[in-house]
């Protein structure tokens, strides 16, 4: 991954981040990594604990952020969900897996979209 990408990557995770913060959740962990791969934010939204992907796109050539989301993705975030259970010892109420879009504007604030529970 080139420097720029990690750093569009790094700031939309950041963006991400503060906009969860202020819907009212909780960051447990931002980066997690372990050798199997990395969740960008674990969170606590009530009695549940939220994997959240971040993506970033600074325009529309590629389609949609949360189109980059494939069924392997989703596979491997599940699978990274429950080591890190399994790791912190946690046992929520209720799991939920959210995609956040991050896109930058030319001017002003970047527009973020939550989709919450987005498999």
Do not use: S
């Not at 990557?9 to 997690?32: D, F, M, P, S, T």
């Not at 969740?39 to 993506?55: A, Y």
């Amino acid at each position: 991954m080139t420097t720029e990408r990690q750093a569009v990557g790094a700031y939309g995770e950041r963006v991400a981040a503060q906009h969860l913060r202020e819907q009212g959740l909780v960051v447990l962990h931002q980066n997690w990594r372990c050798p199997d791969g990395e969740i960008d934010l674990v969170l606590r939204d009530g009695d549940e604990v939220v994997f959240c992907e971040v993506k970033t796109r600074r325009g529309g050539g590629f389609g949609a952020p949360a189109e980059a989301v494939t069924q392997r993705k989703v596979h491997k975030l599940r699978a990274l969900a429950n080591r890190w259970l399994d790791e912190t010892g946690i046992h929520p109420r209720g799991l939920r897996f959210d995609v956040v879009e991050v896109l930058p504007q030319r001017r002003g604030a970047p527009k973020v979209v939550h989709i919450r529970a987005a498999f």
